[in-house]
């Protein structure tokens, strides 16, 4: 397909911009079940309980909230079907936009089964680290969607200067390392989501030592990288990641106080989505009007 010949077509930008919030949102919702002791409110899956699909007055405001999660998984899954249809129907679409919503709405079907397992597992934390790591990587591959598709005249090439390429290319690896600690720490620490879920059982210290000192070093790294880029896409990820660090050293430093907990994850959702703005915006370069 001729570059030249790629149009926006707003309907499937609009479905991917409403599929990127849906995936930030459920992430504040999941953190939230966690958060209040409810992971276990629905004790068992598909269904809440084994007599009844929905909630029961048995089961309590634990029961609200974990249910209501799955509700609102399913109304992700949903919108990103419509993703998926509408890009489908858009005949001037780039190449890899198709795929790329497919495997987004694969993923959010995967992340109801490991949702599901996480349930059926009593809240092992290995599985509840790899729930919160896939939804990242949803909201980063949304991201690279939206930009594809609302400047689909864009393509690859690489920046000429290698300090930028180096710079902007190894911030994804650095943020993926803070955010494998980040589910190490949270897998060791006191909000489990139910008060006999079993942890990790790693020191909470050394972990969250290991944790400050990746995020340390990814602010460093974001902060050399738009010193170089210049960049209003840079800057806005510099400001989200001083705040993510200050959130979480507040947090540590307060005893880990619920709203401060869920505010620390959905930036940290935030931070992936700007990281992966940042790359591909450096990494596309619009050569046509889209």
Request: aromatic share 4%.
């Amino acid at each position: 397909m001729n570059a030249v010949r790629l149009t926006v077509h707003r309907p499937a930008h609009a479905a991917a911009v409403a599929a990127l919030v849906a995936n930030v949102l459920i992430v504040l919702t999941g953190a939230l079940v966690r958060l209040t002791g409810s992971g276990l409110g629905c004790p068992t899956w598909p269904s809440c309980t084994d007599d009844s699909f929905v909630t029961t007055p048995e089961m309590g405001v634990h029961g609200v909230v974990e249910f209501g999660n799955r509700v609102l998984g399913i109304v992700v899954g949903l919108i990103t079907l419509a993703l998926v249809v509408v890009v489908a129907r858009h005949r001037a679409r780039p190449p890899k936009a198709l795929p790329l919503a497919v495997g987004v709405l694969v993923g959010v079907g995967l992340q109801g089964l490991i949702g599901g397992l996480s349930v059926r597992r009593a809240l092992a934390p290995e599985i509840v680290a790899v729930h919160f790591l896939v939804s990242m990587v949803l909201v980063a591959a949304l991201v690279v969607l939206v930009d594809l598709l609302g400047r689909p005249g864009a393509v690859l090439r690489a920046p000429a200067n290698p300090r930028v390429r180096f710079g902007v290319g190894a911030l994804p690896v650095a943020l993926a390392a803070v955010m494998v600690l980040g589910v190490l720490v949270t897998g060791s620490g006191p909000h489990a989501g139910d008060e006999n879920a079993r942890r990790f059982g790693f020191d909470p210290l050394d972990v969250t030592s290991a944790h400050v000192l990746a995020v340390v070093f990814l602010g460093g790294m974001v902060l050399g990288t738009a010193v170089l880029v210049r960049d209003v896409t840079a800057f806005a990820l510099l400001a989200l990641t001083i705040a993510q660090g200050v959130i979480g050293s507040v947090q540590e430093a307060s005893a880990l106080p619920v709203p401060l907990v869920a505010a620390h994850v959905v930036t940290a959702a935030l931070v992936v989505a700007a990281t992966a703005h940042l790359v591909v915006r450096t990494f596309r370069v619009q050569v046509s009007p889209g």
